[in-house]
Nanobody
Framework: QVQLVESGGGSVQAGGSLRLSCAVS????????MGWFRQPPGKEREGVAQ????????QYANSVKGRFTISQDNAKKSVYLQMNTLKPEDTAMYYC??????????????????WGQGTQVTVSS
């Protein structure tokens, strides 16, 4: 069973940047579609980005395209979310998730099987 531990959240002013990390354990290497999701206060969880097991394919929510970048480092067994030009509406709890598939399809939480505990991101105006 894979375990996921997020880090890197914090408070930042609008326009700033943060880099979230997700440490993956339970496997010798990342062999799953990995994703980042977020849940703003009082709202439903939404997909942010996902990356295939080989890192060749990525997908982003329209709201973060051009500002966020998902990547992975198999040597470190970690997945990252670089977030630039942050906006107050990016404020949310961010979760790393793993899907039991090499490939990603629709960016939906229901397709992912394992979840981290989350890391809080707060963007002030």
């Amino acid at each position: 069973q894979v375990q996921l531990v997020e880090s890197g959240g914090g408070s930042v002013q609008a326009g700033g940047s943060l880099r979230l990390s997700c440490a993956v354990s339970g496997y010798a290497r990342i062999r799953n579609c990995m994703g980042w999701f977020r849940q703003p206060p009082g709202k439903e969880r939404e997909g942010v980005a996902q990356i295939s097991a080989d890192g060749a394919s990525t997908q982003y929510a329209n709201s973060v395209k051009g500002r966020f970048t998902i990547s992975q480092d198999n040597a470190k067994k970690s997945v990252y979310l670089q977030m630039n030009t942050l906006k107050p509406e990016d404020t949310a709890m961010y979760y790393c998730a793993s899907r039991r598939s090499l490939y990603c399809t629709v960016l939906a939480g229901s397709r992912f099987n394992d979840w981290g505990q989350g890391t809080q991101v707060t963007v002030s105006s």
